[in-house]
């Protein structure tokens, strides 16, 4: 049997989509005004995802110390929470549609390497997260794994393949525990305080 041999690895194939050059402007700067604790203002990690090529919608709450790989492969639909220490690992797009939450401290990897293959070949699939999806915290959703429309993962979780839509997944693999229904009685309304 054969052993892998790392000397042989290339990704030469791969590439972000942008020049090294402002690949480098991202990592040196983009990237740790977006992870800096000392600005922990949504709009203006908005503002720099922006910059850098990210679509990110009207009402995204940003909290502070999340990590991005490539902005420019990032879309975030609108009224999307995205947690404390969250690592977009986004060498293919991840999409996040509207009304989703990704909780503190959860990874989303879009490469993996092909471990059949001597030389470690890198593999890269995107990852959606439907609308009203919610990803717990500290799950993991793995290169291809996609989450339908109000799913959820549930915290801990490693998600190897797609969650239907409506399903709660949960554990490692992540399996089907129940069927997720949206009350209407738990809706908070605004109202106006008297004045």
Known sequence: MASPDLTRFDNSWYS???????EALWF???LPVLRS???PFSRVQGTVLRLFGAYIAP??????GIRVKYPWLLSVGANSWIGEDVWIDNLAQ?????????????????????WADP???LIVEPITLGNG???????????G????????????SIVTKSVPPFEIHAGNPARLVRHRQIDEHFVSHITRRPR
């Not at 972000?16 to 402002?22: D, I, L």
């Not at 794994?145 to 801990?156: D, H, Q, R």
């Open 16 to 22: 972000s989509g942008r020049t090294r050059f402002v």
């Open 28 to 30: 040196l700067i983009g």
């Open 37 to 39: 604790r000392f600005i």
């Open 59 to 64: 009402g995204v709450v940003l909290k502070p």
């Open 94 to 114: 991840v999409t996040i549609g509207s009304n989703a939450c990704v909780s503190q401290g959860a990874y989303l990897c879009t490469g993996n390497h092909n």
């Open 119 to 121: 030389t470690f070949s």
């Open 133 to 143: 999806s919610w990803v717990g915290a500290r799950a993991v959703i793995c290169p």
């Open 145 to 156: 794994a996609n989450l339908g429309e109000c799913s959820v993962a549930s915290a801990g």
